[in-house]
């Protein structure tokens, strides 16, 4: 990132346990590994039902993706898979600042999604048909009115599809509120120690290997976001994980044209508790080529084939650092997790342009204002663009959440309540099918859901 708003995720030496202390348990129910929001979520809601739980985070509490993205809290556009989950994280989101004591910049003011022209909007009509059957406040808007819900002389097209109930949040405090309300509910959360493997015996979880010692533990969610795929590796588990590059930035306050959120295919911006706008392309994302690219190209096939439009190919270093990375580490040592903290990838200046162009045709009112910050984001993908929230067969007590496709933000707190129900034996057996790592290996089909 640049410009002088502190990263995301930094914490409070008073109550949270950093590794140079050496304070870390000797033993615990439940380790979780990774402090974006849906791991800090999983803490949460685990350690208000009295399990002992520790979370480890390498970096930064939200150091990546998760302090980093559009901030959308938004049921509009998911798939049916997902969407019950989100219906439930949203009416967590608005408990939560209750619960916790502080402001997240939770505000319920709408999603939009903007139509270029009659065609446009008659496809996103099509969800309407979703909206409805999960009971959703969910309109078409024509461009009349559109205008009186956004207060913008730009290009507004056709219309719009509406969603009054959607709601946005600062991805800079959620996940560092909702860690201090795990603690408070006697979480550990140990920041700066990563987790470099797994003991086992006899096909389950014994321990984790922190930078800093064993942790005793029958219980181990990997909520890693981009690294999940290299850790579950190395411990010979095959998670289908890809990375896309995502470039963001923000404004200085500036007029208000809206309460919520909108999208356009050339343009997303979404305000901000400090009266500016989170701002990023509507359709512009990179993939860097690796060799998990071709390794998994023909499960991930469908999701290319939707999104070409908005998806970019590169070859570049990002081939071969992945070709230089260990499959396996020894855990007496320091581990690639060490070597880097944060995933803290440059923003694409072209992209950049491209979003000031996107400002200048839609939202003329603020197409001025300054970007103070701009940053890239790593964002991981599964080959269906849904979440992996799963147990894994081979290695009992061991739990996947990962693979939340852009979408994770928004549904973290659903996710994080989910996965403790997996831990607990209290879940949804609906929910434990449609999101179990196995799909994209027991020949289901894989269909992609919504690229939004």
């Known amino acids: ?3 002088e708003q502190q990263i ?3 914490i409070a030496d008073e109550w949270a346990w950093h590794a140079a202390g050496r304070l870390i348990p000797r033993s615990v129910d439940v380790v979780i590994i990774g402090g974006g929001i849906v791991g800090c979520s999983a803490a949460y809601f685990l350690a208000r039902q009295g399990v002992s739980v520790a979370l480890f985070e390498k970096g930064r509490i939200a150091g990546e993706q998760s302090g980093r993205n559009w901030g959308w809290v938004r049921q509009q556009g998911r798939s049916p898979v997902e969407l019950p989950m989100m219906i439930r994280s949203l009416r967590l989101w608005q408990e939560l600042p209750g619960r916790l004591g502080e402001d997240i910049g939770f505000r319920q003011g709408g999603s939009l999604y903007l139509a270029e022209d009659p065609a446009q909007l008659a496809e996103l009509g099509e969800w309407l048909e979703v909206a409805r059957a999960h009971d959703l406040d969910t309109r078409l808007l024509s461009g009349h009115e559109l205008a009186g819900i956004l207060k913008s ?5 056709a219309g719009a599809l509406h969603t009054a109930s959607d709601a946005r949040a600062e991805p800079n405090r959620a996940a560092a509120a909702i860690v201090r309300g795990a603690h408070r509910a006697g979480a550990y959360i140990v ?3 990563a987790v470099r493997g797994i003991e086992r015996a006899a096909g389950r979880v014994q321990a984790v290997v922190t930078e800093q010692g064993v942790v005793n533990t029958p219980v181990v969610i990997c909520a890693g976001g981009a690294w999940t795929r290299m850790f579950c590796g190395s411990l010979g588990i095959t998670v289908p994980q890809l990375t896309v590059l995502g470039t963001v930035a923000r404004t200085a306050p500036a007029a208000q044209l809206l309460e919520g959120e909108a999208w356009s295919s050339r343009v997303a911006i979404r305000r901000r508790a400090d009266g500016g706008y989170t701002v990023a392309h509507g359709s512009s994302n990179l993939h860097g080529l690796t060799p998990a690219t071709f390794r998994f190209a023909t499960k991930f096939f469908p999701a290319l084939r939707q999104g070409y439009k908005s998806l970019r190919l590169h070859f570049g270093r990002e081939f071969f650092k992945a070709m230089a990375e260990p499959s396996r580490w020894d855990l007496d040592a320091p581990s690639p997790f060490e070597r880097e903290r944060v995933l803290n990838p440059a923003p694409e200046p072209l992209v950049l342009g491209q979003m000031r162009e996107g400002l200048r045709a839609c939202f003329p009112e603020i197409a001025d204002a300054p970007f103070v910050e701009s940053w890239g984001g790593m964002i991981e993908t599964s080959p269906d663009v849904l979440p992996i929230i799963s147990g894994v067969e081979r290695l009992e007590g061991f739990f996947v959440a990962t693979g939340f496709s ?3 933000f928004g549904i973290g707190p659903g ?3 989910l996965i403790a129900d ?4 209290t879940a949804d057996p609906v929910e434990r099918s449609a999101f179990r790592l196995g799909r994209f290996f027991d020949g289901s089909p894989i269909l992609p859901g ?3």
């Open 450 to 452: 919504p690229a939004l």
């Open 1 to 3: 990132m640049t410009g």
């Open 415 to 417: 996710a994080g309540k």
């Open 8 to 10: 995301p995720g930094t």
């Open 406 to 408: 852009g979408h994770g």
């Open 422 to 425: 997996m831990v607990r034996g």
């Open 153 to 157: 002389d730009g290009k507004k097209g």
């Open 191 to 193: 920041s700066q120690c």
